[in-house]
C-alpha cells in the first residue's frame, strides 16, 4: 500500500518541481487539530506548501466532503469513515492508511483528582462527566465502550453531557463545567507531560482501537502537494513528532 | 414521523419559550417604562446595553455564560458558596441564557408602545388623584396593547430559534438542554435527514405563522 502511495508521489512529483508553493484543504478531526498545526509548519518549512485546515467531528466533516466540501485530505479519528468515502467514490482507495492510534483518557482539570479512576467513576460523586457525541465523534463512541465495559453506562447516564466534538468535550472540562470528561491524551498532554490536571490512561482491552486514518479526497487528486503531504505525513520524523503527542504509531506493514 | 424525542425536544422548547416570555415581561416592562420616561445621561447607554444581543454573535454570550456561570467563574462560585449547582447543562441555565439573548425583543417593542403614548392621557388620570401604579395599570397598560402582544410574541418566538448559545453550554442532554434545534442539528450531524426534515418544516411552518399573525396584529399600523 505504502509503496504504491510512493509510486504516486513520484508521478506527482514531476508537477511539484515546476509548480511554485501550493495550498491545500485539509478537514481533520478535532482531537488532531494541534499535532497538525506543528506538522503543517514543518511540512512548509520543507516544501513551501500550506496546508488550510477545517476541523470538527469526524462526523460532521463526513457529512461536510458528502455534499461537496473542497477538502483535498481528511484526516479522520477512525478507519471506518475514510472506507465510506472511498466506498462513496469520494476517496482515493490506495491512499489510506493509518497516521496515529489514538488514545482515550478521562481527565479532570483539577490535580490528584483521579489517583482511583474507577472508584471515583463507580463513586458517582460528580454532577457532570463530558464526552463526545457518539454518533459522530470516535472518540465518543470509545468512551461509551470504555463505560459499557466497566458496567457503569446505565449509572452515569444521568451524568453524561455531549460535547459535539471532542474540542468541545475538552472545553467543558477546562472550564470545571463538568468535573470529568473523556478527551484525547493529546489535548492533555504536551511532550510527554501532562499539561493541566490528572488523567486516568484508559485500557486499551476498555475499548475497541481508535486507528485514525488519512486518505486522499477525489478533490485533492489533481494537487500533488496533497500527495505530499499525505507522503509526509507517513514519514519518519512527522511520525515521531505524532507519537510526541500521545499517538500510538502503526506497526510498519 | 417525528420520534419520541424530537417530541420531548419540542415540549422542551415550548417550555423554555414560555418561561422565558414570562420572566422576560416582569423585567422588561419596568425597564422599558424607565427607559420611556428618563432623560437621564444614562439613557443611551442603556439602550445599547438592551440591544447588543441583537448584533453580538451567540459564541460571545455562550463562552463568557460558559467561564462566568462554571465552577470557575464568579457566578459559578458565588452559587456553589450559596449550595446551589452551577447553570451550564442544566434547564436554568437555558432559561437565563435566553432571557439575555432575547431580551431586546421584548424590551423594545414594549418601549416603542410606552413612548408613543399620549402623555396627556396619563396627567388626566394623575390630575384626577388616580395614584401612580394605578394610572399605569388601567391607562398605559392598555394603551400599550399591541406593543405587549409583539413584545410577547417576537419574545417567544426567538427563544424558539436560538442556538449557538445552547450548543455551547446545553451539553445536549435529552429533556434538559437538547431543544428543537439542536436535536435538529443532530439529525444533520448523525445524516439522519430524514427526520431533520421533519423537524426543519415544522420550525419554518411556526416561524411563519408567528411572523404572519404578527402581520395581521400590526396591519394598517
Known sequence: ?????????????????????DEVYVAVASNFFAPL???????????????????????KLYAQIEHGAPFQVFLSADSKTPQQLVAAKLAVAESQFTYALGKLVLWSSEPNKLAEPVEVLKKNEFQ?????????????????????????????????VQGENISQTYDFVATGNAELGFV???????????????????????????????VLLVRGQAQPAALSFLKFLASKPAQTMISAYGYGLPKAD | MLTLED??????????ASLTTFILLLIATPLAWHLAQTQGWWKAPLNALVALPLVLPPTVLGFYLLVVLGPKGWVGQSMQALGLETLPFSFTGLLVASVLYSLPFVVQPIQAAFSSLDRRLLEAALTLRAHP????????????????????????????????????????ISGETRVVSVQLYNHVEAMNYQAAHS???LLVLFAFSVLLGLYYLNRGK
Not at chain 1, 134 to 145: Q, S
Not at chain 2, 7 to 16: D, E, Q
Not at chain 2, 140 to 167: M, N, R
Open chain 1, 1 to 21: 500500500m505504502k509503496k504504491r502511495l510512493l509510486s504516486l508521489v513520484l508521478l506527482n512529483s514531476v508537477y511539484s518541481s515546476v509548480l511554485s508553493a
Open chain 1, 37 to 59: 498545526a506543528v506538522l503543517a509548519q514543518a511540512f512548509k518549512a520543507e516544501t513551501g506548501h500550506e496546508l488550510k485546515v477545517s476541523t470538527g467531528s469526524t462526523g
Open chain 1, 128 to 160: 457532570h462527566l463530558a464526552l463526545a457525541n457518539p454518533t459522530t465523534a470516535p472518540y465518543g463512541k470509545a468512551a461509551l465502550e470504555v463505560l459499557d465495559s466497566l458496567g457503569l453506562s446505565q449509572s452515569l447516564a444521568s451524568k453524561q
Open chain 1, 184 to 214: 484525547a491524551l493529546s489535548q492533555v498532554q504536551k511532550e510527554g507531560e501532562l499539561t493541566q490536571g490528572s488523567v486516568w490512561l484508559i485500557p486499551e482491552d476498555l475499548y475497541t482501537p481508535i486507528q485514525q486514518d488519512a
Open chain 2, 7 to 16: 417530541w420531548t425536544a419540542i415540549a422542551l422548547t415550548l417550555k423554555l
Open chain 2, 133 to 172: 401604579l394605578d394610572a399605569f395599570f388601567t391607562v398605559a397598560l392598555p394603551l400599550s396593547k399591541q406593543g405587549f402582544l409583539t413584545a410577547i410574541v417576537l419574545g417567544f418566538a426567538h427563544t424558539v430559534g436560538e442556538f449557538g448559545v445552547v450548543l455551547m453550554i446545553g451539553g445536549n
Open chain 2, 199 to 201: 423537524l426543519a418544516a
